[in-house]
């Protein structure tokens, strides 16, 4: 992680709320990676971003994943949230 972190000269993290919606991101300009081998399921491959999508499909949210070689990353959650949930 020490290495990618290195890489990193720009990182930008959101969190907002719209109506019923938690909205979530990470964003960077890292080395960035394939983001298609996290869509397939490889046993060793990518097991953290996803078990990130399996939890958040576990609360009915959505994860997103974009990343090109050589210009970073963003990572989008987008979460349902009720009024019962908001203290």
Request: glycine share 10%; hydrophobic share 40%.
């Amino acid at each position: 992680i020490w290495e990618y972190l290195q890489k990193m000269q720009q990182k930008q993290i959101t969190l907002m709320q719209k109506k019923a919606v938690l909205f979530f991101s990470i964003c960077d300009n890292g080395v960035g990676f394939h983001s298609s081998k996290i869509h397939k399921h490889h046993k060793h491959a990518c097991l953290g971003l996803y078990g990130m999508r399996e939890r958040i499909a576990g609360i009915n949210g959505k994860f997103l994943v974009n990343s090109t070689i050589g210009e970073g990353t963003c990572l989008e959650i987008k979460v349902p949230i009720s009024s019962a949930d908001i203290k």
